[in-house]
């Protein structure tokens, strides 16, 4: 079975499913066209919760096929009438729904997930209201941090690296700091530093963001746009039972102040640290 065949046929049916249902009334009989968008939505949420890594990796290649033909100078009218343009209201309908049914599915590829957001909401929305109005569910995740001063994003990867996007051109920077699953990542409050720690190699690592020769935080072209500054190993925390989601909130990171930064266990004990 062609997945993505599938799902993009579904998205096509309920692509305009707002539009179609926004004015029935409950208990009248569908029109056709609504009726589709209705069974079509319905389809769509049955299958990305029975196959969430399915759903959210074919949704994620048609979304870096999307963007390689915008960036291949693709008409801007061609761009944005295809399913994937029309049905953003529906992905992220879907990806709420995993996020709250199946969040450990969704860990897992949370990257993937963090591409198809950043593709359905608009940088320019997030850079004015922040990603936890524009998407709450994500910020739910200790392993994905928003920075409002520098309008960049983390998101901590089960591999052990950090993916750094750039709200406002939507690029995105991957660097490998940890050699397991990151647990948490935050920026502190100025955007100079970004902490991360993984329950698996037991590690704290602050990271400092790139300046312009004018002090701006973080330049378009710069590269890397993250240097590691300084490592702290610290004691291990385990989970409080055995079970697959505990460790989705074994601990998370506070800063207290630009340079001060509480690593705070699910037990309660706090390790504090400076940059």
């Not at 049916?13 to 009989?29: S, W």
């Amino acid at each position: 079975m062609d997945v993505s065949a599938v799902l993009m046929g579904l998205l096509e049916l309920c692509a305009d499913a707002e539009k179609q249902l926004v004015n029935i009334t409950t208990g009248l009989p569908l029109n056709p066209p609504a009726d589709s968008a209705r069974s079509a939505r319905h389809a769509l949420s049955l299958i990305a919760t029975a196959r969430p890594p399915a759903f959210i990796t074919t949704i994620a290649k048609e979304v870096h096929r999307y963007n390689a033909a915008q960036a291949n100078s693709q008409s801007q009218q061609n761009v944005h009438t295809t399913t994937l343009a029309r049905a953003k209201a529906e992905i992220l309908r879907v990806i709420d729904i995993l996020i709250e049914k199946m969040p450990g599915d969704v860990v897992d590829l949370l990257v993937e997930v963090m591409d198809i957001i950043m593709y359905c909401i608009e940088g320019s929305l997030v850079k004015k209201k922040g990603l936890q109005e524009c998407f709450p569910a994500i910020c739910k995740f200790y392993m994905v941090g928003y920075c409002d001063r520098s309008h960049r994003i983390a998101v901590g990867a089960r591999q052990g690296s950090v993916a750094l996007y750039d709200v406002r051109t939507g690029k995105c920077q991957n660097i490998h700091g940890h050699k397991g699953p990151i647990t948490a990542v935050s920026f502190a409050p100025d955007g100079r530093y970004l902490a991360t720690y993984s329950s698996a190699d037991s590690h704290i690592c602050f990271w400092q963001m790139n300046t312009s020769l004018f002090g701006s935080i973080g330049m378009l072209n710069s590269a890397p746009q993250l240097r590691c500054i300084k490592t702290y190993q610290v004691p291990p925390v385990q989970p409080a039972s055995p079970g697959s989601q505990n460790h989705l909130k074994l601990a998370r990171l506070i800063w207290t102040s630009n340079r001060n930064v509480i690593l705070m266990a699910h037990d309660g004990k706090e390790h504090r640290f400076m940059v």
